[in-house]
T-cell receptor, first 113, second 109 residues
Framework: IAGITQAPTSQILAAGRRMTLRCTQDMRHNAMYWYRQDLGLGLRLIHYSNTAGTTGKGEVPDGYSVSRANTDDFPLTLASAVPSQTSVYFCASSESLDYNEQFFGPGTRLTVL | GQNIDQPTEMTATEGAIVQINCTYQTSGFNGLFWYQQHAGEAPTFLSYNVLDGLEEKGRFSSFLSRSKGYSYLLLKELQMKDSASYLC??????????WGAGTKLIIKP
């Protein structure tokens, strides 16, 4: 693995189903982030983690949950998907919250019907 | 509230120079970032400004005026591969990034 990987690449999901988007980084970065990107809108932060064992809410956290059991993995869970959660989801990481550069994964395209 | 504005789309000619503007109003300021995003791909870091002035990095330069809440990204000697969206983001006092919607740059031969 080099950098950040996300899985799946894309997914079509029925409304009401539970879904976990996976994110793994091999750079030993302390900070990790989940963003959603919608057409005409900027990237919006969903949740973030400053270090393993701690998480925080971003701008649009409702309907999403995260966990950070170790340094490398930061899964995002939609407990009961709704059509408004149709989006492209990017995971990112940085050495720390105040480090200048964030590295992004390739994204997951999620469609909720 | 917090707001970042940048033009939706710009067109320029290969070999020319283009300036992409970004204005912002945020709660606190801990730096301004520019990212490049090709269609269907992830954003990649271009530049960071925290003090007023111009930062130059090869063909790309970024300028910041904190008193005016204004930044621009200057791209010189445009190449076809520069066709992409350019995202402006500001880090507020809680260290979270607030992102603009991005400027789609179209390069014509």
């Amino acid at each position: 693995i080099a950098g950040i990987t996300q899985a799946p690449t894309s997914q079509i999901l029925a409304a009401g189903r539970r879904m976990t988007l996976r994110c793994t980084q091999d750079m030993r970065h302390n900070a990790m982030y989940w963003y959603r990107q919608d057409l005409g809108l900027g990237l919006r932060l969903i949740h973030y983690s400053n270090t393993a064992g701690t998480t925080g809410k971003g701008e649009v956290p409702d309907g999403y949950s995260v966990s950070r059991a170790n340094t490398d993995d930061f899964p995002l869970t939609l407990a009961s998907a709704v059509p408004s959660q149709t989006s492209v989801y990017f995971c990112a990481s940085s050495e720390s919250l105040d480090y200048n550069e964030q590295f992004f994964g390739p994204g997951t395209r999620l469609t909720v019907l | 509230g917090q707001n970042i504005d940048q033009p939706t789309e710009m067109t320029a000619t290969e070999g020319a120079i283009v300036q992409i503007n970004c204005t912002y109003q945020t709660s606190g300021f801990n730096g301004l970032f520019w990212y490049q995003q090709h269609a269907g791909e992830a954003p990649t870091f271009l530049s960071y400004n925290v003090l007023d002035g111009l930062e130059e990095k090869g063909r790309f330069s970024s300028f910041l005026s904190r008193s005016k809440g204004y930044s621009y990204l200057l791209l010189k000697e445009l190449q076809m591969k520069d066709s992409a969206s350019y995202l402006c983001a500001v880090r507020g006092r809680d260290y979270q990034l607030i992102w603009g919607a991005g400027t789609k740059l179209i390069i014509k031969p």
